[in-house]
């Protein structure tokens, strides 16, 4: 049974702490993204990949988060420092291929920043 | 302007009933439109997606796009108490992955 997988599933920090989630794509897929929602803001965007490469990041707030594919099988999103207004629910999903727009979300990471 | 709304408050309907959701869009360029159910504390699923005018059925589910118009529709049939989440709609330009979602709508089904 083929899904995303994320870690950590839940994540409590003190402000200005880094913070590092981590997702695995479905094996074969070749786009991923990041997605934080809140109640407010609903699911919104921070960055996106096509074959590792980002395409789109210009929902990420630049100064403080970063994301990254190191490999085919692994996706990082870092917050450095963090701050309560980035406590969310952040997602991760992955797509088939170019063209293929359906997406596969993980179970997310809920961060509270204290 | 929102690229995607959806206004609606909380939609409950009685068991058995026919819930109806609606999403509009502000992107004339877009192509491809989804239906994702969130249950509370839980990732989003999809469950439908359409792209051409008209309606297309899946189950209890039926989606409804009018280009023209530039809405799309969630109609779900015979609702069932575990049909109680959140609807999600998100729309794409073609080959662009990048989904754009409204803020959702919650249905609640009364037994």
């Known amino acids: 049974d083929a899904r995303v997988t994320q870690t950590p599933r839940h994540k409590v920090t003190e402000m200005g702490q880094e913070v590092t989630m981590r997702c695995q794509p479905i094996l074969g897929h070749n786009t991923v993204f990041w997605y934080r929602q809140t109640m407010m803001q609903g699911l919104e965007l921070l960055a996106y990949f096509r074959n590792r490469a980002p395409l789109d990041d210009s929902g990420m707030p630049k100064d403080r988060f970063s994301a990254e594919m190191p490999d085919a099988t692994l996706a990082t999103l870092k917050i450095q420092p963090s701050e309560p207004r980035d406590s969310a629910v952040y997602f991760c999903?992955?797509?088939?291929?170019?063209?293929?727009?359906?997406?596969?979300f993980g179970p997310g990471t809920r961060l509270l920043v204290l | 302007q929102k690229e995607v709304e959806q206004n609606s408050g909380p939609l409950s309907v009685p068991e058995g009933a026919i819930a109806s959701l609606n999403c509009t869009y502000s992107d004339r360029g877009s192509q491809s439109f989804f239906w994702y159910r969130q249950y509370s504390g839980k990732s989003p699923e999809l469950i439908m997606f359409i792209y051409s005018n008209g309606d297309k059925e899946d189950g209890r589910f039926t989606a409804q796009l009018n280009k023209a118009s530039q809405y799309v529709s969630l109609l779900i049939r015979d609702s069932q108490p575990s049909d109680s989440a959140t609807y999600l709609c998100?729309?794409?330009?073609?080959?662009?992955?990048?989904?754009?979602f409204g803020k959702g709508n919650q249905v609640v089904v009364i037994p």
């Open positions: 999903a992955s797509g088939p291929r170019q063209g293929q727009e359906t997406q596969y």
């Open positions: 998100a729309v794409t330009r073609y080959g662009n992955n990048r989904l754009a």
